[in-house]
């Protein structure tokens, strides 16, 4: 089957109508587009799971600060398309922002609790635009799959949240984050570094191992853990916004690491100008591939 390509709200809920009648399941897979093998690897997920996957590509402008990149965010949909109908994906839907938020748009989703701390502290209203274009998709395209990454793990659990609270009917994925063979997760932002900080970048990920080493070696204490990422940033000369030990499933902050309490370390830094976020579980369930997950 090609892929088909959805453009409005309207055609978006034709496509849909039309599988619930045919009994098919449907994954869907969230994006902002200049797709990577991170983003595919959730289109591969989603072809596991369900009959058929459809991708959004949709740069948000809710979830952009107003000094943030929303204009500058790269867009690259031709070789998106090409992108998604090579990994098996069977339809792409790409509104115009129009389409998302018509004149006279007054209707916001906040997730209260999950979205507080971390990058919702440093970003305010950002999960606010995450959860209402999520809650958006979901109710749009009611997939009984939908898949996400745990490169941006507090927006995994925003999302679980949301649709547990609003009743959205999706069984919630995370997949694993998927790396350059150095390390650097790979992101749609990375584009924006220059080589020099392309090799800066990668003290968030050995910092993370770091942590993650300290641990297997028997350290539990939440402030040594954090203390080696944060050296591995100074060493970098890379900007901290924020390092965290949380636990995985509420990211409440944690002072120790327990092996029977999924953990979680969580960095946001600025490499020049450019905001990367990584994170990295703690113990053995700290994937957080909980009970919630498959609900
Ligand atoms: P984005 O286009 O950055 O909004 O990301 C869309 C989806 O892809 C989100 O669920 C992200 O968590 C996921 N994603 C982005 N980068 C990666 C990665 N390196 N590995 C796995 N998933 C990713």
């Known amino acids: 089957m090609a892929l088909q390509l959805l453009r409005t709200v309207e055609q978006a809920a034709q496509f849909a109508e039309r599988l619930r009648l045919e009994h098919k399941r449907l994954?869907?897979?969230p994006t902002m587009g200049s797709l990577h093998q991170?983003?595919?690897?959730?289109?591969?997920e989603g072809r596991r799971r369900a009959d058929l996957v459809v991708v959004s590509i949709f740069v948000n402008p809710t979830q952009f600060g107003p000094r943030e990149d929303f204009s500058r965010?790269?867009?690259n949909l031709q070789a998106d398309l090409a992108e998604c109908e090579a990994a098996g994906a069977h339809a792409v839907f790409a509104p115009e922002p129009v389409e998302m938020y018509p004149p006279g748009y007054?209707?916001?989703?906040?997730?209260?609790e999950v979205s507080k701390g971390l990058c919702g502290a440093r970003r305010p209203g950002h999960f606010r635009g995450v959860a209402t274009v999520v809650a958006k998709l979901l109710a749009l395209f009611r997939p009984q799959v939908a898949i996400f990454g745990e490169k941006d793990f507090q927006q995994l659990q925003v999302i679980r949240q949301l649709n547990r609270d609003l009743n959205l009917g999706a069984r919630i994925v995370g997949v694993p984050t998927v790396r350059e063979t150095d390390g650097l997760a790979m992101s749609s932002r990375n584009v924006y570094l220059s080589p020099a900080e392309r090799r800066r970048a990668l003290s968030l990920s050995t910092g993370l191992l770091e942590a993650q080493r300290l641990v297997r070696d028997g350290r539990t204490d939440a402030r040594e853990l954090v203390a080696v990422l944060r050296s591995a940033l100074a060493q970098a000369e890379v900007r901290e916004d924020y390092v965290e030990v949380v636990d995985a499933q509420t990211l409440e902050r944690l002072e120790t690491v327990h092996s029977t309490?999924?953990?979680?370390?969580?960095?946001?830094?600025?490499?020049?100008?450019?905001?990367?976020?990584?994170?990295?579980?703690?113990?053995p369930d700290g994937r957080a591939e909980d009970g919630q997950a498959e609900e």
């Open 27 to 29: 994954a869907l897979v």
């Open 38 to 44: 991170g983003h595919l690897a959730l289109v591969h």
């Open 73 to 75: 965010y790269p867009r």
């Open 106 to 112: 007054q209707t916001f989703v906040e997730v209260a």
């Open 261 to 283: 309490r999924p953990a979680r370390i969580l960095v946001a830094a600025f490499v020049g100008n450019t905001r990367l976020i990584d994170n990295a579980p703690l113990n």
